[in-house]
């Protein structure tokens, strides 16, 4: 979470990922099965741009993937060249009834993680731009934003 800032006289905090209850709920009880996670937003490959869950052991983050924050417990990435296409957008992961892609882990529990995005209103994007460039590779999840 990028550090609050006074707007219009109200405390402002900008954020690039948030979870529902229903999705926290899930990737807690995937963790507790599975050990600590990573969610990927995946892009295009596979499930479209779904969000792909794997446990952090399996998965290896690149140079170019940027670390969008943190939630239940877990860091989020998007691929560095998608970033550049979403960079504008607030994504919320949510998840939902159905079958995804078989190589995330909730794929066996007949539900999908799903993102839903929003754009950032004027003042949020001002003040990501202030905070500069999001972090990059796979140490960013151990730095605080």
């Avoid at 800032?5 to 229903?22: D, F, H, Y």
């Avoid at 490959?45 to 969000?51: F, L, Q, R, T, V």
């Avoid at 239940?72 to 691929?79: E, F, K, L, Q, S």
């Avoid at 998840?95 to 882990?105: D, E, M, T």
Wanted: glycine share 12%; aromatic share 6%; with cysteine.
């Amino acid at each position: 979470m990028i550090q609050p800032e006074q707007v219009g006289g109200a405390s402002l905090q900008v954020s690039r990922v948030a979870v529902t209850p229903a999705a926290e709920a899930l990737l807690r009880e995937l963790a507790a099965e599975n050990g600590p996670l990573l969610l990927h937003q995946s892009g295009g490959c596979c499930d479209g741009s779904a969000p792909m869950c794997y446990p952090q052991r399996e998965f290896r983050i690149g140079a170019n993937d940027v670390y969008l924050g943190r939630i239940a417990d877990t860091p989020v990435y998007i691929g560095g060249q998608q970033f550049e296409y979403w960079q504008h957008t607030h994504l919320t992961i949510d998840v939902v009834p159905g079958r995804g892609s078989g190589f995330s882990l909730e794929a066996p529990l007949g539900v999908r993680l799903l993102t839903r995005s929003r754009l950032f209103t004027d003042s949020e994007y001002q003040i990501l731009q202030e905070a500069g460039a999001p972090q990059r590779g796979p140490d960013a999840m151990n730095q605080t934003l």
